[in-house]
């Protein structure tokens, strides 16, 4: 962080250490490629907040594979990595937060889907594979692909370090408040861990509990 001194303003270059987008991603690059690596195509004016400053009114789209928010200012394309400086990016509806689930300095992005005692993240994914040449029988290259990914949500408690959502009994333990409730709650909704939706409404269901 270079910027000094709370406030609003919209020139982030001043603020966050920022590159541009075809330096590091080669968006100039002419192999075809299938799929996105994008969570949206779509530029989308959002909010980029930090703990000293917020910057609004700035379009951006996150790339889910590079893991980096892609922001236009002045006709060029610039990216925002996973700062810790960073407490949210909104764009649009979606909220943005940087986190590290092993505790270690490697951030990156999350889906911040509820909040509270209890915080539910989804971590997005899409793997990239490289194109081929034509093989034997074949009559065209493969071209390079994304592919989205199964995502992978995680829930964390104040002090604690993100937690993998793995099944519903071991989340259950887990979470603060009247276990017996939660259980309850959990059986009456037929919560399953593997649907967003489901997930969502058992962490707020806690939230409001134990709020």
């Not at 991603?25 to 002419?30: I, N, R, T």
């Not at 959002?46 to 609004?56: A, L, S």
């Not at 990595?81 to 979606?94: F, H, N, Q, S, T």
Request: charged share 25%.
């Amino acid at each position: 962080m270079r910027g000094a001194g709370a406030g609003t303003g919209s020139n982030i270059h001043d603020h966050l250490l920022i590159q541009t987008a075809k330096d590091v991603l080669g968006e100039d690059a002419e192999q075809p490629v299938e799929g996105s690596p994008y969570l949206s195509e779509e530029f989308t004016k959002g909010t980029v907040i930090t703990g000293k400053r917020v910057f609004p009114d700035i379009e951006m789209r996150y790339n889910v594979h590079a893991d980096v928010i892609e922001f236009r200012q002045k006709n060029q394309t610039y990216l925002l990595d996973p700062l810790p400086e960073i407490v949210r990016v909104d764009i649009g509806d979606l909220r943005l937060v940087v986190s590290s689930e092993d505790g270690s300095q490697r951030w990156g992005f999350y889906e911040l889907l509820d909040s509270g005692a209890v915080m539910l993240m989804v971590r997005h994914r899409v793997a990239f594979q490289e194109g081929r040449p034509p093989q034997a029988l074949q009559s065209k290259a493969t071209p390079a692909r994304y592919t989205r990914m199964q995502d992978i949500y995680l829930y964390q408690k104040a002090g604690a370090l993100p937690t993998r959502v793995t099944n519903l009994k071991r989340l259950l333990a887990d979470l603060p408040g009247d276990r017996q409730a939660l259980a309850e709650f959990a059986d009456a909704e037929d919560i399953s861990v593997r649907k967003k939706d489901d997930l969502v409404r058992l962490i707020r269901y806690c939230n409001q509990a134990v709020h």
